[in-house]
T-cell receptor, first 114, second 116 residues
Framework: NAGVTQTPKFRVLKTGQSMTLLCAQD?????MYWYRQDPGMGLRLIHY???????AKGEVPDGYNVSRLKKQNFLLGLESAAPSQTSVYFC?????????????FGAGSRLTVL | AQTVTQSQPEMSVQEAETVTLSCTYD???????LFWYKQPPSRQMILVIR??????QNATENRFSVNFQKAAKSFSLKISDSQLGDAAMYFC?????????????FGKGTRLSVIA
């Protein structure tokens, strides 16, 4: 089925370790986003991309890096994981910039940093 | 910056009854879009309903409807004939229509329980 796929779905890290979350979409969407969801905080935007080769900071970008080398993929990296980065991470995509455009979300990736 | 406020962290409703979830937002823009998303225990974010600010008519999708009050910056969600499957987190979200780079801004969510 077409949609947004996130890997891995679960991961446990130790403080200081690095990892990359992969988001892949097969809908030819231009825009892609990474959000984090924490209890009582809703979803907060980490980084987003408006096209291949471009990225921009969202509300909570510190401690994360992203890359969009291919249109269909949006990678979220943690260079040195911290317990504060324990969260559920959601990737989303949308076709174009119109505010009416609905975001399609992945199923989420639960990350625990010990 | 735009903000979205959901003042009810938790709500409950009896099966087959009606419940209304509140959402207010703050913006200086006149053209924007508002959304309600549902997140069941599976974690998948599902779009429930969407409203364009320039439309006065309230959006409706089957048992789900909104009460959009633009002047009051209020966007509540009404669920009629509540079903057990409606139990979930509900998020209100805002998106500007005026800029090319317009990420979705979410409220903190309301957890809805449905009592059989």
């Amino acid at each position: 089925n077409a949609g947004v796929t996130q890997t891995p779905k679960f991961r446990v890290l130790k403080t200081g370790q690095s990892m990359t979350l992969l988001c892949a979409q097969d809908m030819n969407h231009e825009y892609m986003y990474w959000y984090r969801q924490d209890p009582g905080m809703g979803l907060r935007l980490i980084h987003y991309s408006v096209g291949e080769g471009t990225t921009a900071k969202g509300e909570v970008p510190d401690g994360y890096n992203v890359s969009r080398l291919k249109k269909q993929n949006f990678l979220l990296g943690l260079e040195s994981a911290a317990p504060s980065q324990t969260s559920v991470y959601f990737c989303a995509s949308s076709l174009h910039y119109s505010g009416a455009n609905v975001l399609t979300f992945g199923a989420g990736s639960r990350l625990t940093v010990l | 910056a735009q903000t979205v406020t959901q003042s009810q962290p938790e709500m409950s409703v009896q099966e087959a009854e009606t419940v209304t979830l509140s959402c207010t937002y703050d913006t200086s823009e006149s053209d924007y879009y508002l959304f309600w998303y549902k997140q069941p225990p599976s974690r998948q974010m599902i779009l429930v309903i969407r409203q364009e600010a320039y439309k006065q008519q309230n959006a409706t999708e089957n048992r789900f409807s909104v009460n959009f009050q633009k002047a009051a910056k209020s966007f509540s969600l009404k669920i009629s004939d509540s079903q057990l499957g409606d139990a979930a987190m509900y998020f209100c979200a805002y998106r500007s229509a005026n800029s090319g780079n317009t990420p979705l801004v979410f409220g903190k969510g309301t957890r809805l329980s449905v009592i059989a």
